[in-house]
Nanobody, 126 residues
Framework: QVQLVESGGGSVQSGGSLRLSCAAS????????IGWFRQDPGKEREGVAA???????SFSDSVRGRFTISQDNAKNTVYLQMILLKPEDTAMYYC????????????????????WGQGTQVTVSS
């Protein structure tokens, strides 16, 4: 079992950058697939980026080219670097974990993840 804590959210202007962190504890982090999801009130939670346990990454069309995901196993932390932020990126951002590898088609689906953090808010103003 793994516990996840997100940090790094905040308020930025359009075009700005933020780096979110997902710190994990409780298990061997490198054997997990990690996903980043976001949710606006009244909307479904959507996957934006993920890194499988084998290092493969996936991104949603809405963030590809602007967001990158990376993992530091020594720190048990996954990062979501976000640049060129837009107002439509405003949401609560959650990280999630699943033991083992995830195929590319499964990485951005909420139902494939077992553990979730509490979220960190990102607000982008125009």
């Amino acid at each position: 079992q793994v516990q996840l804590v997100e940090s790094g959210g905040g308020s930025v202007q359009s075009g700005g950058s933020l780096r979110l962190s997902c710190a994990a504890s409780g298990d061997t982090f490198s054997t997990y697939s990690i996903g980043w999801f976001r949710q606006d009130p009244g909307k479904e939670r959507e996957g934006v980026a993920a890194i499988s346990s084998d290092g493969s990454t996936s991104f949603s069309d809405s963030v590809r080219g602007r967001f990158t995901i990376s993992q530091d196993n020594a720190k048990n932390t996954v990062y979501l670097q976000m640049i060129l932020l837009k107002p439509e990126d405003t949401a609560m951002y959650y990280c999630a974990a699943k033991p083992g590898r995830l195929a590319w088609w499964a990485r951005l689906l909420t139902n494939n993840y077992n553990y979730w953090g509490q979220g960190t808010q990102v607000t982008v103003s125009s």
